[in-house]
């Protein structure tokens, strides 16, 4: 079964510097995609980056981006810069194949992280 | 803002009783999904639907159901609800549903079940 592992519960950052938030995944499928969201305490979801699984580069948003290591079936975000506003919740999630009827994703626990000034 | 509306914002409400949610999509986008969060079961996908038809089913319960109108919008409808229903529900909206689409999450319903 495809399954999304997220082993912080919850880090803590000091302003200004990087963070890596860490997510591993299993899956039998060839093709998948894989997405970062961030919820912060007002509680909605907030996409951040999407990494296909033949993507040969590494997703990057602004000052997202997508550690993605697919033989070792890791897909950690890092953070650069970390301002007080990127405390929140950060969910790694994986969407099923890319060929199936549906695209529901499935969702890791979570990471909670706080930026200290 | 994702574009994807959610009403109610908040919904307290009995066990026993039945509530709407009701989700708008992103402009032009067809299809629709609902997850539920929990605190025990965490974010979970409950249904999906594509221009007004059930495209995929997740963990949702039979005291549940849900539909899409062909203006696109959606509604959730929660039954005999019981208070372990109490949780935050989110609609996010896609395209076409289709392989490389992300999902937007709208702003989400949270509802308490006392």
């Known amino acids: 079964a495809q399954k999304i592992t997220q082993t912080q519960p919850g880090m803590f950052v000091q302003e200004k510097e990087a963070v890596t938030l860490d997510c591993t995944y299993d899956?039998?499928?060839?093709?998948?995609?894989l997405f970062w969201y961030k919820q912060p305490s007002s509680g909605e979801m907030i996409f951040l980056i999407y990494?296909?699984?033949?993507?040969?580069q590494n997703a990057t948003e602004g000052r997202y981006s997508l550690n993605f290591q697919k033989a070792r079936k890791s897909a950690n975000l890092v953070i650069s810069a970390s301002q007080l506003g990127d405390s929140a919740m950060y969910f790694c999630?994986?969407?099923?194949?890319?060929?199936?009827?549906?695209?529901?994703?499935?969702f890791g626990t979570g990471t909670l992280l706080a930026v200290q000034p | 803002d994702s574009g994807v509306t959610q009403t109610p914002k908040h919904l307290i409400t009995a066990t026993g009783q039945r509530v709407t949610l009701r989700c708008s999509p992103r402009?032009?986008?067809?299809?629709v999904y609902w997850y539920q969060q929990s605190l025990d079961q965490g974010l979970q996908f409950l249904i999906q639907?594509?221009?007004?038809?059930?495209?995929a089913k997740g963990n949702i319960l039979e005291r549940f159901s849900a539909q899409q109108f062909p203006d696109l919008h959606s509604e959730l409808n929660l039954s005999s609800l019981e208070l372990g229903d109490s949780a935050l529900y989110f609609c996010?909206?896609?395209?076409?549903?289709?392989?490389?689409?992300?999902?937007?999450f709208g702003p989400g319903t949270r509802l308490l079940v006392l």
């Open positions: 999630a994986m969407r099923e194949g890319l060929q199936g009827a549906t695209n529901k994703l499935i």
């Open positions: 899956t039998s499928d060839q093709s998948y995609g």
């Open positions: 990494q296909g699984s033949y993507d040969e």
């Open positions: 639907y594509y221009n007004g038809e059930e495209r």
């Open positions: 996010a909206s896609s395209p076409r549903g289709g392989a490389v689409e992300t999902q937007y």
């Open positions: 402009s032009g986008d067809l299809s």
